[in-house]
């Protein structure tokens, strides 16, 4: 499909005009969100201030590090059923999350988690599951200052784009700001190799999955075999590469949230065309938003029409992440 046609699907709004706009401007942008999160669930934005340099700054540091000795990234292995640290190639796919047999993703990836997780908040009950300590490799200051710079400002904006989506939803446009001030939103650093040899029947870049969070902010680079979503009729569309955009999308406690008037849609990243696979990698850069453990998600005053009930009961993020996680680990793929 051509990108005309992909962007009248999944539209570029320039948020520039709810950051900094009139009322009646952040109105509007308010408006586009409701109609293609309602429809779609993802978008591009752009004029969201963060320099793309900012971003090729994370690509490159990324790159040295999972192209460099396999020691350095087995010295910050994430352990089993953590996320903060180094996931291996071949070691999960995201298709087990939704019960789907596939081997496993042709990916490797590199999580960090919030920065400070040093008040007691952090440790109370449940809560440290939810907020390890960061993993980083020794000896490599630029990987983790440049890391550290884009999270903070991804959190920002993160935070920003829930308040357009409050404004969107016709509640305060502070209505989130207290449910995601101790989130445990988590940056994913990913590298999807070249492809020397042909993939394994079934098997992709990433399997067909939902988010699980509240929202993502992914910075995606421009190679061949990249991110695909269902459109309205259920059809895979390549999600358009726009310089310096960001493609945003809504997660599965978003959609509950908002007693599913909005939609957390399915999406993969396919394997490049066999001519090309072997040119270079492919390179993405993951946010995922996830509001404070102990925020409880229940249907937002207004999506739940008068007399009936919410379609979903309220539940505590970090229990519906744990939830989510246990189905993962009871469903992990083969071994390639
Ligand atoms: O790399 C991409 O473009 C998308 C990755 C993704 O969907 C995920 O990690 O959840
Ligand atoms: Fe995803």
Same mark, same amino acid.
């Given at each position: 499909m051509e990108t005309t046609k992909a962007l009248e699907i999944i539209p570029a709004v320039d948020i520039d005009s709810f950051l900094n706009g009139t009322e009646a401007e952040k109105n509007d942008v308010a408006r586009l969100v409701d109609k293609t999160n309602r429809e779609v669930g993802f978008l591009l934005i752009t004029g969201h201030g963060i320099p793309q340099e900012m971003i090729d700054d994370v690509f490159a540091v990324s790159r040295t590090f999972f192209e460099g000795p396999g020691e350095t990234k087995q010295a910050v292995m994430a352990p089993a059923g953590e996320q903060q640290g180094y996931h291996g190639l071949g070691l999960s796919g995201l298709a087990a999350k939704e019960g789907n047999e596939a081997p496993p993703d042709l990916r490797e990836y590199f999580m960090t988690g919030r *920065?400070?997780?040093?008040?007691p908040y952090f440790h109370e009950g449940d809560a440290s599951k939810y907020y390890r300590p960061n993993r980083f490799p020794d000896g490599m200051d630029a990987f983790r200052t440049k890391i550290e710079a884009y999270y903070t400002a991804v959190e920002t904006l993160g935070q920003r784009l829930m308040q357009l989506f409050a404004r969107a939803l016709d509640v305060e446009e502070t209505f989130f700001d207290d449910k995601i001030d101790r989130h445990f939103g988590i940056l994913s650093s990913i590298y999807y190799p070249a492809q020397l040899e042909a993939p394994k029947p079934?098997? *992709?870049r990433a399997g067909a999955h939902t988010d699980y969070g509240a929202l993502t902010i992914l910075a995606p680079s421009n190679a061949p075999g990249g991110l695909e979503v269902k459109d309205l009729s259920g059809e895979w569309v390549s999600v358009p590469y726009m310089p310096g955009a960001f493609v945003i999308n809504i997660g599965d406690m978003m959609q509950r949230w908002t007693n599913q008037r909005w939609k957390s849609n399915s999406h993969r990243v396919v394997n490049p065309p066999e001519a090309v696979a072997h040119v270079g990698p492919r390179q993405s850069l993951a946010y995922f938003l996830h509001p404070n453990f102990d925020t409880e998600v229940s249907a937002i005053p207004g999506t739940v029409a008068k007399g009936a009930d919410p379609l979903h009961p309220s539940i505590l993020a970090g229990a519906y992440m744990s939830e989510k996680e246990d189905a993962i680990a009871t469903a992990r793929p083969k071994r390639a």
């Open positions: *920065l400070d997780v040093s008040a079934g098997q *992709l």
